[in-house]
C-alpha cells in the first residue's frame, strides 16, 4: 500500500545559536500590502482584566477601573510554572477601540488566533458572537456594531471542561485566556475572506510544478460587484515568475471561490528540511483599475510519498523522519507564549538535528507553522481529539483520573462530533499554506475511551479523514496514537503513528511511523543519553518506518503531576539537558564516535553572566521577547553548577517577566524553593515589553558582584509617553484547589488498556485482555509456562495505593506482585504464595510504591486466568 500526495561550552552555545537566527523573525504591528487598502492591526496592548464572572461586563458603561491593566497573549494562570493545578472558572478581558472616521465605508473585522476553550465576544454591548475550543482562530465581522470614535470590546472567557467539547483529556494543563494574538483587519466591501487563500502545487516534479490558486472572495456590499483578479507568484529570488487575471462578477452580499491555474513553474526550487525554499502569491483585485484588496501568500513546492514497505519519501528522494514532540507552554508565561517564543522552539529542535515536528495534542499558533516553513522544519499539526491514560467516563473536569476520549452519554456525541469536525476544519484553513505540513493528524490516543464508545470514535476518525480530503485532497491524513484498539487499520488510506508499546509492532502492512518513543523523566541536567525507550535502539531502522519521534522536546505544564511534565530533552525554561547535546552531537553533527562535552563542575560562586538571544525587540506588541540566561561563574570566568538563589530585576524602563519587575530563582534543594528553580548553575526566563523604550535588567545575589544588561524596545508607543508605566507585582503561588473539587483517585484506571507483557499466551486468549475493563475476556498463560507472569506498563510515574485482580475462577491463587521505577530494579510489595484461601478476587490497599513506572504478577500456581487487573494511585 502506497499513499502520495503532491504536495567552548554549553551556556554560550546557546546564547549563540538563538542569536545566529535573531533577525529572521517577522514582526508586524500594522501591515500595508500594496496600498492603503488593507489594513491589519495588532491590539495585544492594554486591556483590562479581571478573574471570575461579572454581571453587565459587557456594557460599555460598566466600570473596569479596578481591573489589572494587561497585555496579551495572556493566561488566567500568569505566572504558571509547571504546578498541576490551575484555576477553572471565568475571566473577562475589556477594551478601547478608537475608529477613526476614515475607516467609514470600510469593512471591519476582528481575528481572535486562540481563546481556550469558549468565548462570547461584545461590541458596545452587543453580543458579536460565541467561539468553543481552546487551539483554533476565528474572525468576527465587527461592521454592523461598530462607530466612529470610542467603542468598548469586551469578552467573556471560560476555561470550564465540557462533556460535548473536545478535547476531554489529555497530558497537558488547560488555563484559560485570551492567549493568542489579536488582530483588527480593515478592508472595503469588496476583499478577500479571512484566510482566504489556499495555494496547492497538486503536479510537481524536478522539471516544473503546477500552482493552482483558490481565493475566497467577500461582496459584502448592497450591489453586485464586477472586477478583476490577478494573482502573481514570486520566487525565493524575489522576481515574478508566474502570473494569471481573470474578470469576475459576484452579486451584493455574496461569496465565491475562484480558481486560479497559473502557468506551470520550470525548475521549481523544492521545499526541504536542508532548503526551505518558499514562494510568494499575491492576489490583487482591482475595479475600474483601481486596487481594492491585495493579500499576500507564503507557500512552497514539494511532494510527498509514503509507502508500507519503503517508508517516507520527499520530492522522490527517501527520508527518515527524525522528530520531537512539542507542546506550546513556556515557563512563567504558561500558553501565552509569543511568535518568538515559537521560533526559539522550532530552532532548538532543529539545531539538535530533528527534521520533523509532531505538534502534540493539538492545533499549534500560526506562528509555530511558520517557523517550521521557514526554519525547514517537516510539521505534524494534530486536532484536539484526545485521551489519556487512567481516563474513563466523564470526570467533570481537567484532573487525573481523565475523562474518556468519547463521551459515553449519548446525548453528548452528536456535539461532541460536530466538536471535532469542527476544531478540524478551522486547524486546516489557518494553516493550510505551510509547506511544511505533511499530514494532518486526527487525534493522540482516542483508544482511551470506554469501550462501549470505541466503534463511534472509528467512525468519527473515518468521517475526519473523508472530510480532510475534501478541505485539502493534497496532504496525507494521519491517525496519532493509534497503537491499540484497532485504529491503526481503518481501510481509510490513513498513516498509522504507533506510540509506546506501538514502536514494537512488527510492519503492521499500513504506513506508518512511531510518533512517541522513551523519555527522558528527569529535572535538567539529567543524563548524556538518548532515552530509546520502547524503540530500544533508535539507530535499528526498518525500511518500512517511516521515522521516529521522541516524547518530547520540552517539559510541560500537566494536570498528571512532575512525572509527566519532566519528560522533555529541554526544560521549561528552555535550557537544553544533556540529553539534547546527545542528539546535537550524533543527530546534526553526525558524530560516530561520540565525546561528551565538559560540563560545569562546582566551584566558588564569583559572579553572575547575563545574556540574551537578542538585545532588540522589533515591536511593544506581544509578539517579540528576549530569552535571557544567568550563568553563575567562578572568579576565572568559568561557568560552575552552584546552585544560589539568584534575582533578576528591571533597573529602569519599560517591561516584565512573568512575575512583573522581578523574579527570583531559588535552589531545588532549598527550604525557600519554588517551582521557580536554579539547575546546574543555570536559570532562564523570557522578557518582553508592551512599550518601546530602552531597559536595564540586573542580576544580583548575595556575597558576589551584579551583572546586568541592555534590551531596547523598538516601534511606539514610547515607556516615557505613556507616564512611565510600571508592570504589577505577580507573585508566584501553586494554585490550590479546594477539597471537594478534587477528582477522587479511588477509582482503579491506572491500568486501563495500557501496555503489557506476559511470559505466554495460550491459544485464543490476548495479553491486552488482562486490563481493557471487560470482565468477560482475559489472558491466560500456556499450558507449558512453568514460571507465568504478566507486566503492566504505565507510561507515567504513579503512587500505587490499590490494587485488585479478578480472576476467571475462585481458586487458590499464588503469586507474588512486583513494581518498578525504571524497568530495571525491582521490588516485590505483595507476596501470596502461601495463600491458604480460594479467592475469585483479590483487593489490596497500602503502599505499594512511589513514581512507580511499571507493574508485573508473578504466578508460582498453574495456568493463570486474569479476567482484569486494576491499579489505583495518583501522579
Known sequence: ?????????????????????????????????????????????????????????????????????THLPHSFSIPYFMWKGVYNGYGWYRKEIEVPNKWKNKQISIEFEGIFIQSEVFLNGKRIGEHVGGYTGFCYDLTPFIKPGKNILAVRVNNLWKADVAPRAGDHQFSGGIYRDVYLHITNPLHVAWKGSFVSTPAVSKKEATVIVQTEVCNESTRKSSFQICTKVVAPNGKIIASTESSEQLAANSTKTIEQTLPHILSPQLWHPETPHLYKAYTTIRKAGKVIDETETTFGIRWFEWSADKGFFLNGEHLYLLGANV????????????????????????????????????????????????????????????????????????GTPSSGCYPPEPKDQDAFDTSV??????????????????????????????????????????????????????????????????????????????????????????????????????????KFAPGWGDIKDGFVRPPWRGGQVIWCGFDHGTVGGEGLAIMGIVDYFRIPKRSWYWYREVYAKGNSELVEPTWAQPGIPAGIRLTADKHLLQAPDGTDDAHLLLTIIDKTGTPINNEIPVTLTIVSGPGEFPTGRSIRFMPPSDQEASDITIRDGLAAIEFRSYYSGTTVIEATAEGIPSSSLTITTKGTPTWESCGKPLASNRPYRRYTQSTSSITSFSELLLANNRPTAVSSTAEGFNKSWANDGDLQSSWKAAMTDTKPWWRVDLEASYDISNIEIDFATEAKHSFVIEVTSDNQQWTTVVDKRNNPERRKKEVLQGNFGKNIRAVRILFTSAMPEISEFKIGGKP
Open 1 to 69: 500500500m502506497t499513499i502520495k500526495k503532491h504536495l567552548s561550552f554549553l551556556t554560550l552555545t546557546l546564547c549563540a545559536m538563538l542569536q545566529l537566527y535573531g533577525g529572521n523573525q517577522k514582526q508586524q504591528t500594522t501591515k500595508e500590502l500594496g496600498t492603503s487598502e488593507r489594513l491589519q492591526i495588532n491590539l495585544n496592548r492594554e486591556w483590562r482584566f479581571m478573574l471570575g464572572d461579572f454581571n453587565g461586563a459587557e456594557q460599555p458603561s460598566f466600570k473596569d477601573e479596578a481591573w489589572t491593566l
Open 327 to 398: 507542546h506550546q507552554d513556556h515557563a512563567g508565561w504558561g500558553d501565552a507564549v509569543t511568535n518568538a517564543g515559537f521560533y526559539r522552539d522550532v530552532l532548538l529542535m532543529k539545531q539538535a538535528g530533528f527534521n520533523t515536528i509532531r505538534g502534540s495534542h493539538y492545533p499549534h499558533d500560526p506562528a509555530f507553522s511558520q517557523a517550521c516553513d521557514e526554519l525547514g522544519m517537516l510539521f505534524f499539526p494534530e486536532n484536539a481529539l484526545w485521551g489519556m491514560g487512567g481516563s474513563s467516563g466523564d470526570r467533570f473536569g481537567w
Open 421 to 526: 469536525i469542527t476544531q478540524l476544519k478551522e486547524l486546516i484553513r489557518i494553516h493550510r499554506n505551510s509547506p511544511s505540513i505533511t499530514a494532518w493528524s486526527l487525534s493522540n490516543e482516542a483508544f482511551f475511551t470506554d469501550k462501549s464508545t470505541l466503534e463511534r470514535v472509528k467512525n468519527l476518525l473515518n468521517t475526519a479523514t473523508d472530510s480532510i480530503h475534501l478541505w485539502d485532497n493534497t496532504r496525507l491524513v494521519a491517525i496519532g496514537g493509534c497503537q491499540r484498539g484497532g485504529l491503526d487499520k481503518l481501510g481509510k488510506n490513513q498513516i498509522a503513528f504507533y506510540n509506546g508499546d506501538g514502536a514494537t509492532f512488527p510492519a503492521p502492512g499500513v504506513p506508518s511511523m512511531v510518533s512517541e518513543y522513551g523519555s527522558i523523566t528527569t529535572h535538567r541536567p539529567g
